[in-house]
């Protein structure tokens, strides 16, 4: 039963070979792009998931209530820094991707190799 | 009082004038803020270095805030070594790009070339202060990203699909070594790598500390061009900006070898039982292939960028097969290769960026009988490729010389690992001396426009090659600062 219990692990590994997979076998360029982004989401959730503590809330400090449980804010800040290098990372993809199609008039890779090759 | 602020200083500088340089968008304005801003940082570098070398270390709490809690900035030997090799390169390329890039971007363009460049060289700045875990994979992503920015300025179309490569494997690396210190703060609950150390020693179970160690050393490997991993860098290199080429290939993959040196030998060494034999064991095989084979490649390589591409994979084996030996004087050698490759490059990539100033292509064939035309140039690239191949004189020949001491004294693997070294530096010969015999004694073109290059590019080249000769000559200052990082990274050992 500990194998299930602990699904959310098992959502990350999935998602991150995933997206892996895709990076290294899909031919099209936005396609490998695409892996990427999911490559990285898979990480940002490991990290959610483990700020997580059971029964706890929003780390909020209320006046008067001082036993309150917390869910660790940590995580969650280093991912929304984590998150803005993912996305300038696909930004500046899918901006190489453009000039690629302007330059081969094709994003797919084996293609781009063929026109390079002659 | 400014020098107890030069830790942050040193990322501050270029960063801040990165938006600067993009807001002046003149091209000679931006080239002067930008050389200026570089020139800082390493002032800035050399101080920290005197200070590293009076009081051997120095810490840096962003805010006040006390170490574990708030960000800390750390100078020791190794950041101070790689610190000056960053700003060092970074200044006198730019100050060849002044008119190098000229041939090579639009004018309207350079001011945005120069603000990635700065930012790319705050990025390894930041890399190499930073004390804390996460703030490298921060820096680290923002070094390459402006390094992608570099290599895709390039005027070849190909520069393109190369740094679509280089962007894909960089960013696998990066969230690989996120991912390494997920599992360690899942585990520790510090991102400092100090307090790291320490807190790993009350962890229970080890296991997800070891996976941990697994991601961050085979992600950074990408990043670091560890063979098998480099198939990224000789297109990255051979496409990018001649000057571009310079600034990178002296510091980009140094710089990932030094969060990895850090990490596998001051973090999981003394934690993980077995740790050195594993790492060595992963190490030392690939060292030796990327040494060997990388070097052949190089023998029978055309295009002379792509050449001292993959000669720059084989001189990272033999960094990495110095820290593979896991101990003070294998450490030391690969740290101060680190240092003398980083001279030897950065003066073979100016020549090529001369070269190129009247050479339509840099080919092999194509550069017959240059040398008559192009007479310093060429001397220049004949005694840095001495100083790469290691002739006694040149800083090649101390970095050498100490890894063939350190790997005698490893062992009986010792002779074997010694004779693949001068085997591979045989090699060396063989490709440096395929460039020069072109230049020599080939056939020459009848194109009357090859001139010697100009004294705004020679001189730059001039000044890094005879770095390389006082460096050979008078080794000191690099030689203390690597064995005494390679003191500080190995302290548990006797």
């Known amino acids: 039963m500990e194998l299930l219990g602990l699904y959310y692990y098992w959502v990350f590994a999935i998602l991150l070979m995933t997206g892996f997979y895709a990076v290294i076998a899909k031919l099209n360029l936005i396609k490998k792009l695409l892996g990427l982004s999911l490559f990285q989401a898979a990480v940002f959730l490991l990290y959610i998931t483990m700020g997580k503590v059971e029964g706890g809330t929003a780390p909020i400090l209320a006046r008067g209530s001082a036993e309150q449980l917390f869910s660790n804010p940590l995580p969650q800040v280093l991912i929304l820094t984590a998150i803005v290098v993912g996305i300038s990372t696909t930004a500046l993809g899918l901006g190489i991707v453009v000039r690629i199609k302007e330059e081969y008039g094709s994003i797919e890779e084996h293609e781009i190799l063929e026109i390079d090759r002659q | 009082m400014l020098q107890q ?290 070097s052949a490649v190089a023998m029978f390589e055309q295009n002379l960028k792509r050449l001292l591409a993959w000669s720059s994979v084989a001189q990272i084996g033999y960094i990495t097969l110095g820290a593979s030996l896991v101990s003070k004087a294998g450490l030391t050698a690969g740290l101060l290769h680190i240092f003398n490759h980083a001279l030897a490059k950065s003066a073979l990539f100016l020549a090529c960026a001369c070269l190129a100033m009247s050479v339509a292509k840099l080919r092999i064939d194509s550069i017959g009988g240059v040398a008559r035309r192009m007479p310093w140039t060429m001397a220049a690239f004949v005694l840095a490729g001495l100083s790469l191949i290691g002739v006694p004189g040149t800083a090649g020949f101390i970095s050498k010389w100490y890894l063939i001491s350190a790997t005698f004294a490893s062992g009986p693997t010792g002779v074997l690992l010694v004779a693949v070294i001068v085997i591979s530096s045989l090699m060396a010969v063989v490709y440096i001396w395929r460039v020069v015999e072109s230049a020599y004694f080939g056939a020459t073109t009848d194109d009357q426009a090859v001139a010697e290059a100009p004294l705004a590019l020679l001189i730059p080249t001039w000044t890094a090659v005879l770095l390389n000769l006082y460096f050979g000559l008078f080794p000191d200052i690099p030689l203390q600062l690597s064995s005494s990082a390679a003191e500080t990274l190995l302290w548990h050992q006797p």
């Open chain 2, 5 to 294: 602020h030069l830790p942050a200083l040193q990322v501050i500088v270029p960063m801040l004038s990165a938006p600067l340089v993009m807001l002046l968008r003149e091209r000679q304005l931006s080239w002067m803020l930008a050389t200026a801003a570089s020139l800082c940082a390493f002032a800035v570098s050399i101080g920290l270095t005197r200070q590293v070398l009076a009081v051997s270390e120095s810490s840096y709490l962003m805010g006040s805030w006390p170490a574990p809690y708030g960000i800390e900035l750390n100078i020791d030997s190794m950041s101070a070594l790689l610190l000056l090799i960053v700003t060092g390169s970074s200044s006198i390329a730019l100050i060849a790009g002044a008119r190098s890039l000229r041939e090579q971007i639009e004018g309207e363009r350079q001011a945005l070339f120069f603000s990635a460049w700065l930012l790319a060289l705050a990025g390894m700045c930041g890399i190499l202060v930073s004390a804390d875990a996460f703030n490298i994979f921060v820096f680290m992503e923002i070094s390459s990203l402006a390094s992608y920015v570099l290599v895709a300025g390039g005027p070849d179309r190909r520069a393109l699909p190369a740094v679509f490569k280089y962007l894909t494997m960089g960013t696998i690396g990066a969230t690989f070594y996120l991912i390494g210190i997920g599992l360690i703060y899942l585990m520790t609950g510090t991102l400092n790598l100090e307090d790291m150390e320490l807190r790993i020693h009350e962890v229970a179970d080890l296991k997800p500390i070891l996976v941990a160690a697994g991601f961050i050393t085979v992600g950074l490997a990408l990043k670091a061009a560890i063979f098998p991993l480099h198939v990224w860098l000789p297109n990255a290199y051979t496409y990018a900006p001649h000057v571009a080429t310079v600034f990178l290939a002296a510091c980009a993959t140094k710089v990932s070898l030094y969060v990895l040196l850090r990490f596998d030998l001051f973090v999981f060494q003394p934690n993980l039982a077995g740790h050195d034999l594993q790492f060595a064991y992963f190490l030392l095989p690939l060292s030796l292939l990327a040494i060997l084979i990388a």
